[in-house]
């Protein structure tokens, strides 16, 4: 099941009115926009409606109206609506192919289809809990299972952040088989002890084949002792204290965690946790925010060019940003979605509803991030 498009607005009509006009996802996207343009946020939107299909269920967010179309098979189109404010969900719908199968309004109560009987019956949950969460059911509410496994599939990384660089861990931590596969900032070397565990080698040998392909040369990734060092957050050093360390193919000791290059270990943790991911069978969302941050131009060509291969062959549906200018160039512009923000106000621009604009372009002879510094795709495309 992948996500076909998103609506969100916050404080309607009020001086903190935020909104996103209608967001249409490809397989492959790129966010690109200036500065302070939105991007993040529109990241944030995407990746917090995990709550709507995950978890408890619980909305504690104070104000916002989404709508989400997602594409089951080609025949099945399923449409989420929800509107909430400060400790109430005030609308709820969920509509498959044009069939309204629950529906929800103010104080919990609303009606859902039970589909043993094929009836509308009604329910009375908390008004702060998404009732496509309360409401799950596999026998009478089958429905609500698809966006359940999209919640929990989705992975949004923040290629800006250290992603778990500055975590270790003790030899019972690591042996942990509950592990929280959505924290991506902490969870790296459980995910690795864990993988090496289930697949063994052949785990191992995909995370050095990728790291080859984007100019690190290693032929060894293992956990390695880490010295005396300052933790954070603090553990109890009487245990034996852990991090990853590879073997770079031109040095003669092993690299440890704490002294590799914050975009060696970014792009380490990320195929760490991607082929992790893959490897299990998973099929989802990934997000990953400020792509290619901290890598030179050639490793972070080669990742990107690696991430959309990966999921060409697989039913990943992946959603990068990026300001970066090399970034940009090498991302075709089909896979592009430009942020233009005006206020508060922000309209998504990409091949789908500006063809023509895109078109055009192709002819000019110049590259890709002249089509975004020289604003040639706000021509007849903002209205």
């Known amino acids: 099941m992948v996500l076909k498009s998103i609506k969100y607005t916050e404080c309607k009509s009020t001086n903190k009115e935020w909104a996103i006009d ?32 995950g978890g408890t269920g619980y909305i504690n967010f104070l104000d916002g109206f989404y709508e989400m179309i997602f594409e089951k098979d080609k025949e099945t189109l399923i449409t989420f609506e929800l509107e909430y ?8 719908k969920l509509i498959i192919n044009n069939q309204i199968i629950l529906e929800r309004g103010k104080k919990g109560k609303g009606k859902i289809l039970y589909s043993q009987m094929n009836q509308m019956l009604a329910f009375e949950i908390p008004k702060n ?55 991506t900032t902490q969870t790296v070397a459980q995910i690795y002890h864990l993988g090496y565990k289930k697949y063994k080698k052949s785990y191992t040998d995909l995370i050095i084949n990728d790291l080859q392909k984007i100019g690190y040369h290693i032929s060894k990734i293992h956990f390695s002792e880490v010295g005396q060092i300052n933790y954070f957050p603090p553990i109890n050093q009487a245990n034996t ?26 792009a380490l943790s990320l195929l760490i946790q991607l082929n ?15 792509i290619g941050e901290g890598l030179d131009y050639e490793r972070a060509k ?10 060409q062959n697989s039913n990943i549906q992946l959603v990068m940003s990026t300001n970066d200018r090399f970034v940009m160039n090498n991302i075709p512009l089909e896979y592009w979605q430009i942020i233009h923000r005006e206020g508060s106000q922000v309209k998504i621009i990409n091949y789908e509803n500006s063809k023509d604009i895109f078109d055009k372009f192709d002819y000019t002879g110049l590259d890709n991030f002249d089509f975004f510094t020289s604003q040639y795709y706000l021509k007849q495309a903002v209205k």
């Open 241 to 266: 204290v852990y991090g990853l360390a590879v073997q770079e193919n031109d040095l003669k000791s092993e690299t440890l965690q704490i002294n590799m290059s914050q975009g060696m270990f970014r």
């Open 129 to 183: 809990q998404v009732a496509c969460v309360a409401k799950r059911d596999k026998t009478q509410h089958p429905f609500l299972e698809d966006l359940a496994e999209w919640a929990n599939n989705l992975r949004r990384f923040d290629f800006g952040a250290d992603l778990g660089k500055n975590h270790f861990q003790t030899k019972t931590s690591l042996d942990l088989n509950e592990v929280d596969f959505q924290n």
């Open 302 to 311: 080669s990742l990107i060019k690696l991430l959309i291969e990966k999921s």
């Open 85 to 92: 404010k400060p400790e109430e969900i005030s609308h709820e």
């Open 276 to 290: 992790y991911y893959f490897l299990s069978g998973k099929n989802g969302c990934i997000v990953i925010d400020d």
């Open 22 to 53: 209608e967001f249409s996802l490809n397989k492959i996207n790129l966010i690109v926009g200036k500065n302070a343009s939105g991007k993040t946020r529109t990241l944030n939107c995407l990746s917090n409606s995990i709550a709507f299909f």
